[in-house]
């Protein structure tokens, strides 16, 4: 290709763009050429094709400068990661390290609480061949003795009886006498509880009487540590003694109920309520005044969980006396309500007066327990030949009371106060039940009851016209009209 003339505007740009581009074997110099005219032998070049070479050319020329750079820019990034993976990776290493080191710490404190372990039990095991020696050389002492006192009552050398303690009776008549004693103490006695909340006008009890009910109670209070402990010897008695011996215990907690707390007694009651509930296990050898044989299977004597119904029944009452727990209440409240759909259960419920011990639950405190307690109550105005004489059990100042501050309550359960209602409108059919109405202003609450609730809840409608009516608050027809929406 000839040489190509450039114009003198033009030179200077030429020769920078000829040096930035003389190391490269394709420059596009190269290959541009223009036309020449055939009329002249010079050749013409057009001034702005060449800038417009030049331009795109030094672009490319910077934008490869750029790429250069963020290439190195990267290039040191890259290494700065790859010190701080070195670092994260060392400090891993570390940790790594740090964990295997715990967890053989781990091992060996495991290997040497399962060594403590196997200590602990051979010396639990120790312990137990101790103290059934004891034990046994104990009840030996007893036949020797008994066996010397027989011995020298035969010979008539022994005028006066010597009395001795013993922890296990000499034979089981001993029981069966001791319960035909508490049988007649507890039906003749104890189970006549003298209210006072069963009078109109708040009269108090004879000076008489509340000197004879004081001394009933201190024997009482006497008396049940005692018995508490003679549950742990249940297992070996016959299970017929079992109902006048937890019988004979529930009329003295029933004496405690209106009389002074006895802090001494709160450890006693919480360990009678539990025994109670969880029953008694034992694995001690059996006496053999009580059993011609020895044994050393478990024994065990089952209370609240017994399948005798007036057994169970009695000591339900007694966990609801005793017991705190909200979970041993709700299993007791259960097992009330499905024994109270049995006649049988109805009859329980009255002869062992049970309604001041369910009251003594139905408060707002026990809101969790709340529904259960009602529903047990529910259960006995059921039409049954029990109907008549719990509704008298209910017509006193303790019940009218109980459901007046329950009724305060603000914004109660729609479920409670449905329940409630049924009761209360059972009790207004008993024309003396007026003035317990009156005195405590149920009726007046009732009727604001009735006033703000909204006529969807027909159920309960009915129920609060059905009371004012038989109150003399409303005129039949109010009734009659809610009945028929």
Known sequence: ??????????????????????????????????????ASNKQNLRPHQISRIYDE???IHQKLQQHNTE???????LKEKNKESKRLRSSFDALKELNDNLKKQLNEVSEENRKMEIQAKRVQARLDNLQRKFEFMTIQKLKGNSHVAHEMKSLKQEKVPVSKTYKVPLNAQVYELLTIFMDWISDHHLSKLKSEESGMDGEKPVLGFASKRNEIQEKCVKLLPMMTEQLQWMPFVNAKLHEPFVKFMYWSLRQLDAGTQHSTMTSTLRRLGEDIFK????????????????????????????SNLPLRFLSTLIVLKTVTQADYLAQAFDSLCLDLKTDEGKVLFLEYQAVPVILNHLRISSKGLLSNVIDSLLQMTVESKSLQPFLEACSNTLFFRTCSVLLRTPKLDLQI???LSIILQKLSKIKSNKKLFELFTIHLMLQEIQRTTHPEHAFLCINLNSTLFNLGLTKCNSVASNASH
């Open 279 to 306: 029953g008694v296990v034992t694995k001690r050898t059996q006496n053999n005044y009580l059993e011609h044989s020895v044994e050393n299977k478990p024994k065990t004597a089952a209370f609240f969980k017994s």
């Open 417 to 419: 106060l449905e329940k």
């Open 57 to 59: 050319l030094f672009q």
């Open 1 to 38: 290709m000839g040489t190509v003339a450039q114009p003198t505007n033009l030179a200077s740009n030429s020769r920078n763009w000829t040096e930035c581009c003389s190391d490269s074997s394709d420059s596009p110099l190269k290959h541009v050429s223009f036309p020449t005219s055939k």
């Open 71 to 77: 290439v190195e820019h990267l290039t040191e990034v």
